[in-house]
């Protein structure tokens, strides 16, 4: 490991953590924006960043906070979320992420549950729909925007950021912070119920940051492109701590929708993602070569073939080939274009918080493109186990951290033990206690098997759907086959005690259009649509990504939802997982209308 790396030991918080890097190298680009006004990047020093910070801790003090105390950062990534977080935590606060598209609904609640005393915004919208809910907390002393209200009402709790920031800060009197002290609560956003409130302690955060650094290299000359939220903990601790652990740059991504252009402007070295992002690369490429030469989707596949047996020979898995001589040409017509779309410098990407299907998988790592697939949960701070740049089974989600012991439990349940290991849930020891057990084993409530080393994830217990005729199947891995067709753009499988498995599906509006228009259908006509021959028609394309299932784990029926699954209509989760008894709830009609006749 390299020598500026700061250790737990040295930083013994995560604010020490963010002072010895300002100590260390206080003139190195830490931060780089997009302005929107002068519609150019800007770069921040750490030493930068430590003047805002003191900004912030003596506006915090202003307040009358004490150690102990909840702050809440509602606010989307941008420098001033590590601001605001690196000064309350000096502070000794105790930091509570939110999302940014999450329901108001859902915000309150996290903010009553952790009796929040002052709330980071970004504009008056936000607060608009949050004051609407009838259980907007008490507690809640202070409310500051980045932007300002257009009128403030009579709230004298709400304050516009340049009001409320004096113009200089101080470092001096800051209170004694320990490692196991409470550093922030991060609600998982459960697909049923009300969101649990995870208690990480700084070492746990630090630790989970150093362990990385153990499995994956990082140095102070890598550049991050952060686009995840920061409220996500993956996000949090891989991509904003660990970069300040080893003193590497991070530019925030304009959007999602801007993240070509982004690839393209910053040419990042680190990546930190979710798979959807690659899915729906993935989905663009295929849809592309559908209208492309058959000589040109000839080439992608030799490349791709020939790129995925490469790998595999360097990772000790597979035979020298011939066809290897052709890699020079393969990869100047095909696979560095690909490489070049995420801006041609990527030596890592770290992919995590939900599986990587291996069709994909398979079509990056064969293009060059460095995947390694993780695995964590909030509860672990959040990083597990990841693969390693020589030791990288795509299928699998990697080789646990150092310090991380595994083991199969009841149920083919994977069970966790390590120092990232949560204090527990907030204001619910009896979650906790079915969480964590009396040897501090994390019950993860994933099925697994563990070979060779390697973690391999093969289900979700409480989410296996049984077939009336007793057959189990794991309704994501399907999920994740079928939504490798560009005409679906989500997808979810029912089931459960009945005779045959269906698909609810929400479709790509443009392709929607054109595959039913050469059918001769009308999509604005809802009472006819979908007709026999475009059910036919879908379940020949879910059919044909269904190669690999068994035969009981066939789709016989699906059923065309017209309106999104979103945060906002409560049908996905804030880190969009979908909510089954929520769709399956708002769906029943449809449900029961592919079942029809066919019911035990």
Same mark, same amino acid.
């Given at each position: ?432 206690? /079915?969480?964590?057990?009396? +040897?501090?084993? $994390?019950? &993860? ?6 070979? !060779? #080393?390697? =973690? ?106 017209? /309106?999104?699954?979103?945060? +906002?209509?409560? $049908?996905? &989760? ?6 089954? !008894? #929520?769709? =399956? ?16």
């Amino acid at each position: 490991m390299e020598e500026d790396i700061i250790s737990p030991e040295i930083a013994g918080s995560l604010n020490g953590l963010f002072r010895e890097r300002v100590s260390r190298t206080p003139d190195e680009e830490a931060y780089r924006y997009f302005n929107d006004n002068s519609q150019a990047w800007i770069s921040c020093s750490w030493s930068e960043m430590d003047v805002e910070v003191r900004r912030w801790q003596r506006a915090l003090k202003s307040e009358g906070l004490k150690p102990g105390d909840r702050v809440a950062i509602g606010i989307c990534n941008c420098r001033e979320w590590v601001i605001m977080d690196q000064a309350a935590l000096s502070l000794g606060l105790v930091v509570v992420p939110l999302f940014c598209n999450d329901r108001p609904k859902n915000v309150a609640y996290i903010l009553n549950d952790a009796a929040v005393k002052l709330l980071l915004i970004d504009n008056e919208d936000f607060w608009t729909l949050l004051k609407a809910v009838p259980e907007t907390p008490e507690s809640l002393m202070r409310i500051v925007s980045m932007h300002k209200f257009r009128s403030s009402g009579d709230d004298e709790r709400i304050r516009f950021i340049r009001e409320w920031l004096p113009a200089e800060g101080e470092g001096s009197d800051l209170p004694e912070i320990g490692p196991d002290d409470l550093a922030t609560i991060v609600y998982t956003s459960g697909t049923t119920g009300h969101p649990k409130g995870v208690e990480l302690s700084h070492q746990n955060i630090l630790w989970n940051a150093y362990s990385g650094l153990h499995s994956v290299a990082v140095s102070p000359d890598d550049v991050f492109l952060s686009f995840l939220p920061l409220s996500h903990t993956f996000e949090r601790t891989v991509g904003y701590y660990i970069p300040v652990m080893t003193g590497a740059a991070v530019v925030y991504s304009r959007s999602v929708k801007q993240l070509p252009e982004d690839f393209a402007a910053i040419k990042p070295t680190i990546l930190v993602s979710v798979p959807r992002i690659f899915e729906r690369v993935y989905a663009k490429i295929i849809d592309d070569l559908e209208h492309k030469p058959a000589f040109i989707r000839r080439i992608f596949e030799l490349t791709v073939d020939t790129g995925w047996k490469r790998f595999e020979y360097i990772q000790k898995r597979g035979l020298w080939r011939m066809s290897f001589f052709l890699w020079p040409l393969l990869d100047t017509l095909a696979a560095k274009k690909i490489r070049n779309a995420f801006g041609g410098r990527l030596k890592v990407v770290v992919v995590g918080g939900a599986p990587l299907s291996p069709d994909v998988a398979k079509v990056f790592l064969g293009v060059g493109l460095p995947l390694l697939q993780g695995y964590g949960m909030t509860e672990a701070s959040p990083v597990v186990s990841v693969n390693q740049i020589d030791d990288n089974i795509p299928s699998s989600v990697g080789i646990p951290y150092r310090d991380v012991e595994v083991k199969i439990g009841e149920e083919d349940e994977l069970l966790v033990r390590s120092p990232g290991i949560m204090l527990g849930y907030l204001n619910n020891p009896e979650a906790t206690a /079915e969480a964590v057990d009396s +040897e501090c084993w $994390l019950h &993860t409530g994933d099925k697994a098997k563990i070979e !060779k #080393g390697h =973690i391999y994830i093969t289900g979700r217990i409480k989410e296996i759907i049984v077939l009336a005729n007793g057959e189990k199947v794991p309704p994501h891995d399907i999920e994740m086959a079928i939504d490798m067709d560009p005409l679906i753009e989500q997808v979810m499988i029912v089931g459960e005690g009945r005779p045959y498995l269906s698909a609810l599906v929400v479709l790509n509006k443009e392709k929607e259009r054109s595959v039913a228009s050469d059918l001769g259908l009308n999509v604005i006509d809802r009472e006819s649509f979908p007709d026999e021959k475009f059910e036919k028609l879908l379940l020949d394309r879910i059919g044909s990504k269904m190669h690999s299932f068994p035969g009981y784990a066939k789709v016989r029926r699906v059923a065309v939802i017209s /309106e999104p699954w979103t945060v +906002e209509n409560d $049908l996905l &989760t804030p880190t969009l997982k979908i909510r089954r !008894k #929520g769709i =399956i709830e708002r769906y029943s009609k449809e449900i029961h209308g592919m079942y029809e006749g066919h019911e035990v």
